[in-house]
C-alpha cells in the first residue's frame, strides 16, 4: 500500500469553527424550559454527538427521559435546532477558527484533497455562511450516514467520495467520539483541545493556531512506517 497522505477529512464544529457555543446555548434554552439543570462541563460530552442522542442525555440528566412520546421529543428537538438556526445566522467567515484557512491553503499546496465529516444536519448552511462550501472536495453530513460518531462511518464515507484508502488519510475532530470514529476508520488522527480527553489521538494540539501541515506530514509519515 501506498504510504503517501493524501486526504485531510476536517470536523466541523469544534475544529472548523466554534458552533459549539450556539449548540450550547441553544440546548441551554431549552433545559431552562424542561427545569433540567445544563451545564457548560455536560456540554463537553455532546460535542459530536448528534441531535437526538444529545436530548436523550439532557433528558437522561434529570430522569426524564421516559416522560415525553417519540413525537414530544421530536417536536423538542425540533425546538432546539430552531433557536440554534436562529444563532447561526449571524455566522459570517470571520468565524472561521484562527489558523485553519491557513492549514486548508497549505494542504491545497501539497495536492491533498480536503473532506468535511460533520453529524450536523446544518453543516451545508454553516459551510455557505463561512463561504468555504467550493473550498472543500466533498462534504459528509448526517443526512447520508445510518451511524453518527463515533461510529467510523462518517469518516468512510467522505475517504470513498475521495476516492482514497482510509490509510492514506488524517481526520481533524475535536471530540472524543470523533476521534474515536477516525481511529475506527484506521487514519491517523489529531486532536483540537484536551490532551487526556483526545488521548487515543495520534497528535494533539490545544487550539487551531497550532496546526502545522509540515508536522502533521512528518508524524503521518512516520507513523505509517513504523
Ligand atoms: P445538528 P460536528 C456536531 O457537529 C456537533 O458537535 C454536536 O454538538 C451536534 O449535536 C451535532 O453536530 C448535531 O448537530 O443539530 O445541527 O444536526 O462536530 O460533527 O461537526
Ligand atoms: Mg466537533
Known amino acids: 500500500m501506498e504510504k503517501q497522505l493524501k486526504a485531510i477529512i476536517f470536523d466541523l464544529d469544534g475544529v472548523i469553527t466554534d458552533t459549539a457555543e450556539y449548540h450550547f446555548l441553544a440546548w441551554q434554552t431549552l433545559s431552562e424550559e424542561l427545569g433540567i439543570p445544563f451545564t457548560r ?21 434529570s ?44 494542504s491545497k499546496l501539497h495536492n491533498i484533497k480536503i473532506g468535511l465529516a460533520s453529524v450536523s444536519k446544518n453543516a451545508f448552511t454553516v459551510m455557505r455562511r463561512l463561504e468555504l462550501l467550493n473550498e472543500f472536495d466533498t462534504i459528509v453530513d448526517a443526512k447520508t450516514i445510518k451511524n453518527g460518531k463515533p461510529d467510523p462511518e462518517i469518516f468512510m464515507r467522505a475517504a470513498e467520495q475521495l476516492g ?24 491517523f488522527a489529531v486532536g483540537i483541545g484536551d490532551q487526556q480527553r483526545l488521548a487515543q489521538a495520534d497528535l494533539i494540539y490545544h487550539v487551531t493556531t497550532e496546526l502545522r501541515f509540515d508536522e502533521i506530514l512528518n508524524a503521518f509519515v512516520k507513523k505509517l512506517n513504523q
Open 164 to 187: 482514497v484508502n482510509p490509510v492514506n488519510c488524517i481526520g481533524i475532530e475535536d471530540a472524543e467520539a470523533g476521534v474515536t470514529a477516525i481511529k475506527a476508520a484506521g487514519m
Open 63 to 106: 430522569r426524564k427521559q421516559n416522560e415525553f412520546t417519540e413525537k414530544e421529543k421530536e417536536n423538542l428537538a425540533a425546538r432546539k435546532n430552531s433557536l440554534y438556526c436562529r444563532l447561526i445566522e449571524k455566522i459570517t467567515p470571520k468565524d472561521i477558527l484562527p489558523g485553519i484557512s491557513e492549514f486548508i491553503a497549505a
Open 41 to 61: 462541563q455536560f456540554n463537553e460530552e455532546l460535542k459530536g454527538i448528534s441531535r437526538m442522542e444529545s436530548l436523550e442525555k439532557i433528558l437522561a440528566l
